[in-house]
Nanobody, 117 residues
Framework: VRLVESGGGLVQPGGSLRLSCTTS????????MGWYRQAPGKQRELVAH???????NYTDSVTGRFTISRDNAKNTVYLQMNSLKPDDTAVYYC????????????WGQGTRVTVSS
């Protein structure tokens, strides 16, 4: 199983980035997908989540600015990030989750996002 994030980088405040997480080795369409982030010195936190059926939810601090989406044909989940703020600086990770008899959880290696002028 592999989850590979891409799209991170350095952006000025107010700018935009789109993160991608491409998966392999799982039946992507049945997995719920999430984007998490971890800032220096802080715990990893959930940023956005999308169910296998496409239902989404967001942490309050990104609501209205970030959009999570998925393309089951490409086995990929996206995070469109607009109006970026310095507080959005973190390493962003994607997570795949499926639970049947036992939870199956997989993480990517992370992509760094730095918001700075």
């Amino acid at each position: 199983v592999r989850l590979v994030e891409s799209g991170g980088g350095l952006v000025q405040p107010g700018g935009s980035l789109r993160l991608s997480c491409t998966t392999s080795g799982i039946i992507f369409s049945i997995y719920a997908m999430g984007w998490y982030r971890q800032a220096p010195g802080k715990q990893r936190e959930l940023v956005a989540h999308i169910s296998s059926g496409g239902r989404t939810n967001y942490t309050d601090s990104v609501t209205g600015r970030f959009t999570i989406s998925r393309d089951n044909a490409k086995n990929t989940v996206y995070l469109q990030m607009n109006s970026l703020k310095p507080d959005d600086t973190a390493v962003y990770y994607c997570r795949a989750y499926y639970s049947d008899y036992a939870p199956q959880i997989y993480w990517g290696q992370g992509t760094r996002v730095t918001v700075s002028s």
